[in-house]
């Protein structure tokens, strides 16, 4: 039964709030005790002492009700109030005297947000606590009315606003830059405040301070007023961003950008309104001197009168002679009677109290001999010395005083008509090239200035030579000559060759186009010669050069000559490359030595294999190289090739002059061939401006040039002797080819090719060779007697039968087999001849394998084992 009355109470409560307040009550979680803040609401500003109540029921009775704010115990509530209309809401907890009421004193705490709300402990132990109320306590108000941000002060101000502290007001500080400044006087009437805030109940509320602007640094601050109340919690208001101005200044002379000379004025001036202690002129931060200050300046009374100064301007006699030339800063640093110090900004200004100016030389020029440099200074100091300068180093003392009507007329201000000075420059003391020349003035204040640097050149000496030209050759004894000229006189010139000292050349020969050309050396025989022994050096490419040395010990070295010294000249006019050699062969040729023949080797393969016999006439090589003065330049031997394996190998000549130099000539490539073995024509298809087939970036050409070349050095090295048709990328016309078999009349002509389908991708793959076959609709060109040959045709086939099978057999590949055609270099050959296609360039597949060295070794040794079964036949 007491459950249904619990359940019958809660859905009362329910429709209470419709008709109530409409806000939640809160009940504990036994159902005993139910509560309800009345006052305050959240949100609601508190000042001063509250009323705070509420109400609560607890079936067990209510042993005592606490205050909590921020969760502590402020005090406790006095229960037992009134409540009919709650008692009317629950009438089953039979309580009609259920509030509570409590006077809270917000003084005691501080302002801002807090929580407030109340606990409830009943007889039973349980403790109830209600939801909290977020309330504002504000019992401190203020405002600063003066000064505002942004404003500037000066001197005494007076600064004021108000506070309203429902606690009372203990002390009102004045707070500059953070710092207590003073203390404000409270209790100002202000009427218009206690309007706005009538709840304080203070018409006295304003405050008031006489701030003496002049204890502090001119600049920006912060002002702000802390306040303490009665209850000890302390109130500081926004700050207020102020320009404390008492120090105002100008400079009116010098503005930047002004150029200064000898002594000036320079002037401006201050308001301060603690007063003017002194100024000081500082120029690059150092005082220079202090200012006089007291000159009457009604203009700057009447913009600035809240100073109360007619007489605040400055002056200076600034000596600007102490300073060194150039740019500098100028500004004044007052310091006040507070002790403060204010600078004003810099001006920017250059002193020029010196001037000057290289008249001669010019950048550029090129001195010789000795040589008059001038040019002008001005100096406000007056002129020290001035010295001349060559590359950074002293070279001398210049003369100042040269009447200069021309510069005083530019700068008359100086009051100096001999500004100029002059020096005479023995250029021969310095070394021919690039040089800087400047002089430097040190004037009679002890400051250096150094002009502009002029950029010359010194020229005491040019050379040249005449012969050798490069690019010309020397043999035997050379005259080698050209010409020196040089100021300080020449004390000997060398000889170099690949930079080395080969001799000393006479100087002294008449040199009368060089005089003309520069007659400022005064010299006619600047000349010099050498006889060059190029016998003393080995033949190839040297350098030539003269090194001359002057009076002066400068040393001048000319541009190398590049030349090729040929004192030896030789040539094989037998063998040949490519020549077959058997038994005893007779090897010839010829050498011109300009230092004598001493000996000359016979090489093989670079061993020696005996001794040429030298001293053979040939008119012919005199005829070519008479300067050589030999008729009787050939040699010979007789070179047993039995002595060596049958194959290919090399011979050369090494000829040894008297000089001890060794000439070796290029080797000739040939073959030694003891047993007769059979000559093969070999016939690589297309070539030079016919590239054959074309697929994948491959030449068909190419390709048969390469297998061609492989076959050839099997050959070769099985004793063959072998031709070709081309030996590189050349063109070879069809008809030649044959022609050049025919008239070679080799035993065998072997084509080799690539085959296509045309352009594009094909599937078509394999092997084939062909042979000759006669059709009457191709007739021979040039082989009209052989080219029908039973015989030649029967063997043919054969040749082709066999390379065909051997190609099949070591490559794997597709047999396409052998068939009879008439090919022009089949039909026009009148020996045995076949026609290989080696593989499709045009089928990818294969043309992967045809493009490689080791395939193409194997195509090689199948088509040279294929001749070497053939002549097992034939």
């Known amino acids: 039964m007491r459950f249904h009355k619990i359940i019958g109470a809660i859905l009362f409560a329910g429709i209470l709030m419709s008709f109530f307040v409409k806000t939640p009550i809160y009940a504990s979680a036994q159902i005993n005790s139910i509560g309800y803040i009345d006052d305050p609401v959240s949100g609601k500003t508190l000042v001063g002492s509250q009323n705070v109540r509420g ?8 042993a005592k009700i606490e205050v909590l704010v921020d969760g502590v115990v402020a005090g406790q509530a006095i229960y037992g109030d009134a409540r009919p209309d709650v008692q009317k809401v629950f009438p089953e907890y039979h309580n009609g005297n259920a509030g509570f009421h409590y006077t809270l004193d917000t003084t005691k705490f501080r302002d801002g947000r807090h929580n407030v709300t109340f606990r409830e402990t009943g007889m039973n132990g349980y403790v109830t606590t209600l939801p909290e109320k977020t309330i504002t306590i504000a019992n401190v108000l203020g405002y600063i009315d003066d000064p505002v941000s942004g404003k500037t002060l000066i001197g005494s101000q007076n600064v004021r606003g108000w506070f309203l502290d429902e606690s009372g007001v203990s002390k009102i500080e004045v707070l500059v830059d953070g710092v207590v400044a003073g203390q404000a006087i409270y209790g100002d009437a202000r009427p218009d405040v206690q309007k706005v805030f009538p709840a304080y109940h203070n018409r006295n509320g304003g405050f008031h301070y006489t701030l003496d602007t002049t204890k502090f640094s001119d600049g920006r601050h912060t002002v702000t007023f802390r306040e303490t109340g009665m209850n000890g919690y302390v109130t500081t208001l926004p700050e207020k961003t102020i320009t404390i101005a008492n120090v105002l200044g100008y400079i009116d002379d010098p503005v930047s950008g002004k150029t200064l000379i000898g002594s000036q004025n320079v002037r401006g001036w201050f308001l301060d309104e603690s007063g003017v202690s002194k100024i000081e002129v500082l120029v690059d931060g150092i005082v220079a001197g202090q200012a006089i ?10 913009v600035f009168p809240a100073y109360h100064n007619g007489n605040a301007g400055f002056h200076f006699t600034l000596d600007t002679t102490k300073f060194r030339d150039g740019r500098h800063t100028v ?7 507070n002790g403060y110090v204010t600078t004003l900004p810099e001006k920017t200004i250059t002193i020029a109290n010196v001037l000057g100016y290289i008249d001669d030389p010019v950048s550029g020029k090129t001195l ?15 002129v020290s010395k001035i010295e001349v300068l060559v590359d950074g180093v002293v070279a001398g003392q210049a003369i100042y005083g040269d009447a200069r009507p021309d510069v005083q007329k530019v700068f008359p201000e100086y009051h100096n008509g001999n500004g100029g000075f002059h020096y005479t420059l023995d250029t021969t003391k310095f070394r021919d090239g690039r040089h800087t020349v400047t002089f430097r003035e040190t004037g009679k204040n002890g400051y250096v200035t150094t002009l502009p640097e002029k950029t010359i050149t010194i020229a005491n000496v040019l050379g040249y030579i005449d012969d050798p030209v490069s690019g010309k050759t020397l043999i035997g004894s050379q005259n080698v000559r050209g010409w020196f000229l040089d100021e300080s006189g020449v004390s000997k010139i060398e000889v170099l060759v690949d930079g080395v000292v080969a001799g000393q050349a006479i100087y002294g020969d008449a040199r009368p186009d060089v005089q003309k050309v520069f007659p400022e050396y005064h010299n006619g025989n600047g000349g010099f010669h050498y006889t060059l022994d190029t016998t003393k050096f080995r033949d190839g490419r040297h350098t030539v050069t003269f090194r001359e040395t002057g009076m002066n010990g400068f040393v001048t070295t000319l541009p190398e000559k590049t030349i090729t010294i040929a004192n030896v000249l030789g040539y094989i006019d037998d063998p040949v490359s490519g020549k077959i050699l058997k038994g005893n062969q007779n090897v010839r040729g010829w050498f011109l030595d300009e230092s004598g023949v001493s000996k000359i ?15 053979d006439a040939r008119p012919d090589v005199q005829k070519v190289f008479p300067e050589y003065h030999n008729g009787n330049a050939g ?14 190998h090399t011979v050369t000549f090494r000829e040894t ?7 070796t000539l290029p080797g000739k490539i040939v073959t030694f061939n003891q047993l007769s073995k059979a000559t093969v024509f070999l016939d690589p298809g297309h070539g030079g401006t016919d590239p054959g087939a074309t697929a994948g970036g491959y030449k068909e050409a190419d390709l048969n040039l390469a297998v061609a070349k492989k076959v050839q050095s099997l050959l070769l090295d099985r004793g063959y002797i072998v031709y070709m048709s081309r030996n590189d990328n050349s063109t070879v016309g069809l008809l030649d080819r044959s022609q050049m078999a025919n008239d070679i009349n080799p035993d065998i002509f072997v084509s080799i090719h690539h085959n296509a389908t045309g352009t594009g991708e094909t599937s078509a793959n394999g092997i084939e060779s ?10 021979s060109k040039i082989n009209a007697d052989m080219h029908n040959n039973p015989e030649r045709i029967s063997m043919s086939k054969t040749l082709a039968t066999l390379i065909q099978e051997n190609l099949v057999e070591y490559t794997g590949a597709n047999d396409r087999g052998t068939d009879g055609e008439t090919f022009s270099v089949l039909r026009e050959s009148a020996m045995p001849a076949t026609l290989v296609e080696l593989g499709f360039i045009n089928n990818s597949s294969e043309r992967q394998k045809l493009v490689t060295d080791s395939y193409q070794n194997t195509l090689a040794k199948a088509i040279a084992d294929g001749i070497d079964e053939y002549f097992s036949i034939y």
């Not at 200050?293 to 009447?302: E, S």
């Not at 080797?601 to 001293?615: S, T």
């Not at 002059?657 to 000439?663: A, M």
């Not at 062909?770 to 007739?779: G, S, V």
């Open 55 to 62: 109400w609560f029921l607890d079936e067990s009775g209510v």
């Open 293 to 302: 200050y007291g000159d009457a300046r009604p203009d700057v009374q009447k």
């Open 331 to 337: 500004t004044f640093r007052e310091t006040g009677m």
């Open 368 to 382: 010789v001999g000795s040589q008059n440099v001038r040019g002008w200074f001005l100096d406000e100091s007056g």
């Open 601 to 615: 080797e016979v090489l093989v393969d670079g061993v020696v294999a005996g001794q040429a016999i030298y001293g």
């Open 635 to 648: 040699y010979h031997y007789t070179l047993d090739t039995t002595k060596f394996s049958d194959g290919r």
């Open 657 to 663: 002059g008297k000089n001890g130099y060794v000439t």
């Open 770 to 779: 062909y042979y000759y076959e006669y059709d009457p609709n191709y007739p």
